[in-house]
């Protein structure tokens, strides 16, 4: 049956500055903790590719833009580094502004539609140094930032986001060894996940003050659906408290104005209340977002946690992983692959959260060693195809049921590199050749997009 998708659906891809750009200390570029976290421990990362290595974006950003075109992209998602553009937190780096003035420009030219991030797990390492997200300050630095990008690019862009996925940055730095400082600490992890709702809050302040006309923002979320194991009351609980923290956390406040009063309970009953300022209560209320962005790669499966003892460490207090006999896996990145998950999302946005415009902002697959699967020197992603596919089947079907789904961004446009696992995982409608100054090839999925994003559905 054919599917097709509403009026000026946007078919885009995502990306972001640090996993792209490279030339991470030229032309004025501060390190983030990335860059830091590189030259402290090389060792760390996958085939000690570091973030200094990623795609070239900064030098070849015309002709990224060109192959977008080739491929039918109407819509780019990508971020812009905080780092490069203010690299002790208050000089403007002009180099910076140039670079994003002509790669914005270039992208409008061609038809494409900038969605601009502000940040994508990039804390400025001067920052970092004071205390990172822990400390107030950051609240103010950033939405300084925040300000200085819309009006320097407000002319250009007209649909910002602030953050890329808050709770990975909490959840990775704070609860986990993933990203910098590293450290396992839930009273702190809670108190960065407030700071950055702050500085959300207050980015979007100064978004409103700014006035870019016609001017849009919201925030990316990676949201999961959270299935329970069963029907138990246990495990039902296990589930509530799941979604109170990795979905309601963020989403309550920037859509209701709100954080969960059963949140607040907790925390408190736990002694994990954070700091807090007179007149926060009042900010989140009043700066709510226009549009969510929505990472989704996978659900959460759950069950009631096992040997709970107290102090709760992490979320796994209140929640424990359980694996679906019925689960289909994506080896190579060991994710569930569960495209119903979509709908389930789509549904629960529009009945649950005054039905607000979304889109798709992250969605794809990456795997492992894909040169072999190269035929007539076109790497044979049937697989991709076939992923990206079915979420666009069930993202279909919400839509057609009323979702206010306005486009569709698949992780990601070219191969780029992806933190500690670096090359491993490839997720691109591209190949790069990382032996032969980054040369991008089309590989059997930018082919198939194309021609959807052309008849508008398939
Ligand atoms: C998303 C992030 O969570 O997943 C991206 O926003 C990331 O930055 C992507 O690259 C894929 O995950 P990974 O860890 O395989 O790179």
Redesign the pocket.
């Known amino acids: 049956m054919e599917k097709i998708f509403p009026e000026s659906f946007l078919w885009g891809a995502?990306a972001?500055a640090p996993?792209t750009e490279g030339a991470a200390l030229i032309d004025g570029k501060s390190p983030s903790t990335w860059d830091k976290w590189y030259e402290l421990e090389p060792q760390q990362f996958f085939n000690q590719i570091g973030p200094k290595d990623t795609s070239n974006t900064y030098y070849l950003y015309k002709e990224d833009v060109r192959l977008m075109k080739e491929m039918g992209l109407n819509s780019y998602r990508t971020s812009i580094a905080w780092t490069r553009l203010l690299p002790d937190g208050q000089t403007l780096n002009t180099k910076a502004v140039s670079f994003y003035r002509n790669y914005f420009t270039e992208m409008l030219q061609a038809g494409i539609k900038p969605i601009i991030n502000l940040f994508?797990?990039d804390m400025p390492w001067w920052l970092m140094e004071k205390g990172g997200w822990e400390m107030r300050e950051a609240v103010d630095a950033f939405a300084f930032y925040a300000q200085t990008a819309f009006e320097q690019f407000g002319d250009l862009v007209k649909d910002w986001t602030t953050f890329?996925?808050p709770m990975?940055h909490i959840e990775c730095g704070y609860l986990g060894e993933a990203h910098y400082p590293k450290v396992i600490d839930f009273k702190r992890a809670i108190q960065v996940g407030y700071h950055t709702l702050m500085a959300h809050v207050k980015a979007v302040q100064a978004f409103r003050q700014v006035g870019i006309s016609k001017g849009k923002i919201g925030i990316?979320l990676?949201l999961s659906p959270i299935y329970a194991k069963s029907q138990n009351p246990e495990d039902q609980q296990a589930q509530f408290y799941a979604d109170l923290f990795y979905t309601r956390s963020f989403l309550d406040p920037v859509v209701k104005g709100e954080i969960p009063l059963e949140l607040k309970n907790v925390l408190q009953e736990h002694g994990l209340t954070p700091k807090t300022n007179a007149g926060d209560k009042e900010l989140i209320r009043q700066y709510k977002i226009d549009f969510l962005g929505v990472?989704y790669?996978q659900p959460l499966r759950v069950q009631a946690p096992k040997n709970q003892v107290f102090p709760a460490k992490s979320p796994g207090y209140f929640a424990r992983g359980y694996n679906w006999p019925e689960k289909r896996i994506n080896p190579h990145?060991g994710w569930e692959i569960y495209p119903a998950g979509m709908y389930d999302l789509a549904k629960r946005i529009q009945q649950e959260y005054d039905n607000i415009p979304w889109y798709v902002s992250?969605n794809?697959m990456?795997v492992e060693g894909e040169e072999k699967f190269t035929k007539n020197q076109v790497i044979q992603d049937q697989y991709r195809i076939a992923f990206v596919k079915e979420h666009l089947e069930y993202l279909h079907q919400a839509i057609a049921e009323g979702s206010h789904c306005f486009g569709y961004h698949v992780?990601?446009f070219i191969d780029?590199w992806?933190?500690l696992?670096g090359y491993k995982?490839r997720?691109g409608f591209y190949q790069v050749d990382l032996d032969n100054q980054f040369i991008r090839k089309p590989k059997l999925s930018s082919f198939w997009f194309k021609k959807i994003s052309s008849q508008n559905g398939f």
């Open positions: 995502a972001s996993q994508h797990f890329n996925e990975v990316i990676n990472n790669y990145r992250e794809g990456g992780w990601t780029c992806s933190w696992n995982n997720y």
